[in-house]
């Protein structure tokens, strides 16, 4: 795609999230877009950096690791929105400001220890699977208290908020169910005032639901297709259970 394409795209997307914003009597401010460049080449993203975005999100940690070093542009600010399997750790944390997808301690308890060796700190998501699918990563919604509580003790773990994929599906109003779940779980987290929990980041919607998310109280989208066109794979593809964590 041509970078004309890309800022043809990208105008449409800011029309979309102003006009949801409006419908829900939000500030469209208060809605950070994230780029979601799963298959997207370095050349296709850079007209979106150009035209000012700077939140990219990545799903395999090796697609990482090829495609960062190709993006010379310190403008550019990655945050890993996959399932991240925890052999694959050091090869994500050279390069990311936040992993949105944290949904286990085992996971959080190696990175934590990483993070140690490293003297740094990391800004972390808690992905939940709203939808109860056998096919999603994410912690069960009856378990994200719990699970919170625990990765509050990691002093290099910083929270800032929720994640979900949501259903795929197209019953819209299921998709709706998946959103007002998370953010009914970002207000029992906010009352039990964890120490050092952030919860202002609803990282939740994508290219064909946005306005519901925005609608249900999404303050972070993430839009590939939309803006950068149709992937090879279906979305189906990078969320799939099967491809599952070998050392876990």
Not at 33 to 43: G, I, N, P, Q
Request: proline share 3%.
């Amino acid at each position: 795609m041509n970078a004309n394409k890309v800022q043809e795209q990208l105008n449409q997307i800011k029309k979309r999230i102003d006009a949801s914003c409006r419908s829900a009597n939000r500030n469209p401010d208060d809605i950070t877009l994230l780029l979601a460049t799963k298959t997207v080449s370095a050349e296709t993203i850079k007209p979106a950096l150009d035209a000012g975005e700077t939140l990219l999100g990545e799903n395999k940690a090796q697609e990482l690791q090829e495609k960062y070093p190709l993006i010379e542009d310190n403008r550019a600010q990655w945050h890993f929105i996959g399932h991240l399997q925890t052999n694959k750790i050091n090869n994500v944390l050279p390069y990311v400001t936040c992993i949105q997808s944290v949904d286990r301690l085992k996971l959080a308890q190696k990175l934590h220890n990483r993070l140690l060796k490293d003297n740094r700190t990391l800004d972390i998501l808690v992905q939940v699977n709203t939808s109860y699918e056998e096919s999603k990563f994410g912690a069960a919604p009856e378990h994200v208290l719990t699970l919170i509580e625990q990765l509050s003790e990691f002093s290099t773990l910083h929270i800032k908020g929720l994640m979900t994929i949501g259903k795929l599906s197209a019953n819209s109003e299921e998709t709706r169910e998946s959103f007002r779940l998370l953010k009914s779980l970002q207000e029992q987290v906010k009352a039990q005032d964890y120490p050092g929990v952030d919860m202002g980041v609803l990282s939740m919607g994508m290219s064909g639901d946005l306005e519901a998310a925005i609608e249900e109280g999404a303050t972070m989208i993430r839009v590939g297709t939309a803006i950068f066109g149709d992937r090879e794979y279906p979305d189906s593809y990078y969320w799939n259970e099967q491809l599952s964590d070998t050392d876990d």
